[in-house]
Each structure stands twice: as structure tokens, then as C-alpha cells.
Nanobody
Framework: QVQLVESGGGLVQAGGSLRLSCAYS????????MGWFRQAPGKEREFVAG????????YYAESVKGRFTISRDNAKNTVYLQMNSLKPEDTAVYYC??????????????WGQGTQVTVSS
């Protein structure tokens, strides 16, 4: 039984900020890597950021590096994505996912339902 629930999405003007949260439940979540993906209309799902189970290793897509920050609080069973300096091209549905390793995209096997992020010009 795996549950991942994203929240924090919404409408924001370009240059603004949003903080996404992913609350997860189930067993052994503290031992899994977590990540954020996004999918814009008409486009394939793309990797945004990932974090190892301990939080010591993070990875970012080049398009968001320097603007987005992924973090996690295992005590609260939550992973976050702080998004700053948002651009209209960041508009997408953002998904939280769980992986056995942060170093392989194919390792992400559990997904949340997604939260919509819309950035207006």
C-alpha cells in the first residue's frame, strides 16, 4: 500500500514562487529516493528534481537548476519542491514519485496524482 499526495500547486505570476509538498504514507518510505516530475500539455513527462533517501544527494534538470530546490523531512513523511523565479514554461502538472534509487529514472515506480502549476505572463 503506497500513497503519495501532492499539494501546493496553483496560479502564480511569472517571477513568483510556489512550494509544493508531497505527503507519502506506507511502509519503508524513509529508505526510498523521491523525485518530482512534470508534464505540460502535449509534452512528455520530464524529470525535474530528485533526492536520495537521506537527503544527501540531489539532482536537478538543467532547466530548473538554481531556481528550484528539493528537500525532504522523513520524520514528517514529506518531500518538498520550492520553486522560485517561475516562468510560464514551468506550467505543468507536477508529480511526486518514489524510487529505489535516485540515480536511475527507471527506478521511479510509484506516483502521486499530480498538482497543477500555472505560471502566467
Amino acid at each position: 500500500q503506497v500513497q503519495l499526495v501532492e499539494s501546493g500547486g496553483g496560479l502564480v505570476q511569472a517571477g513568483g514562487s510556489l512550494r509544493l509538498s508531497c505527503a507519502y504514507s506506507g511502509r519503508t518510505f524513509s529508505s526510498y529516493a523521491m523525485g518530482w516530475f512534470r508534464q505540460a500539455p502535449g509534452k512528455e513527462r520530464e524529470f525535474v528534481a530528485g533526492i536520495s533517501w537521506s537527503g544527501g544527494m540531489t539532482y536537478y534538470a538543467e532547466s530548473v537548476k538554481g531556481r528550484f530546490t528539493i528537500s525532504r523531512d522523513n520524520a514528517k513523511n514529506t518531500v518538498y519542491l520550492q520553486m522560485n523565479s517561475l516562468k510560464p514554461e514551468d506550467t505543468a502538472v507536477y508529480y511526486c514519485a518514489r524510487a529505489t534509487t535516485v540515480q536511475a529514472l527507471t527506478a521511479y515506480t510509484n506516483w502521486g496524482q499530480g498538482t497543477q502549476v500555472t505560471v502566467s505572463s
